[in-house]
């Protein structure tokens, strides 16, 4: 058996190994769920639900030794996991073009400059300031306490 029927060999019977064309994906929710393992889930939720204001929605203990807090984002659901033991290993800091991975999520905002503020004033530092990107765009973004990088953009 050559290596291309090998791989189809595991599919059930009328499923093709070969992607002939782009995938039928059929979306049940307009939205996503974000999973974001942090070190010190105080923090995390000081910023995702106190300065952010993002929306409780719920708790429960994971297997694998992690608690896990739901948070919505509008329509998205934002999860926020925390392991005990804490992982040793951390996302690399710096920059969006210091490593490649996940580097930052995008909040569309009606006022990016008040929310830039609201940050501000809570202690968040920012890594860009209110910054027209294109005509009609304007990001700021910010890292909540494990260093990812969180964009604001307001589109006029």
């Not at 739901?70 to 998205?76: A, D, I, Q, V």
């Not at 700021?140 to 307001?154: H, K, R, S, T």
Request: charged share 20%; glycine share 8%.
């Amino acid at each position: 058996m050559d290596a291309e029927s090998a791989r189809g060999a595991d599919l059930p019977a009328g499923h093709s190994s070969v992607q002939t064309g782009p995938m039928d994906l059929q979306l049940t929710k307009d939205s996503i769920d974000l999973g974001i393992v942090v070190r010190d889930i105080d923090a995390a939720l000081a910023f995702y639900r106190d300065v952010l204001g993002f929306e409780p929605a719920g708790d429960s203990a994971m297997p694998g030794g992690a608690h896990m807090h739901r948070l919505m984002c509008g329509t998205s659901m934002i999860k926020l996991l925390h392991f005990d033991p804490t992982p040793e290993a951390a996302n690399p800091p710096g920059a969006i073009h210091k490593a490649s991975g996940y580097r930052y999520w995008t909040i569309s905002v009606a006022d990016v400059a008040a929310v830039a503020a609201a940050c501000e004033a809570a202690g968040v530092k920012l890594k860009v300031p209110p910054t027209e990107v294109m005509p009609g765009a304007t990001i700021a973004i910010v890292a909540d306490p494990d260093g990812n990088w969180v964009e604001f953009l307001q589109r006029t």
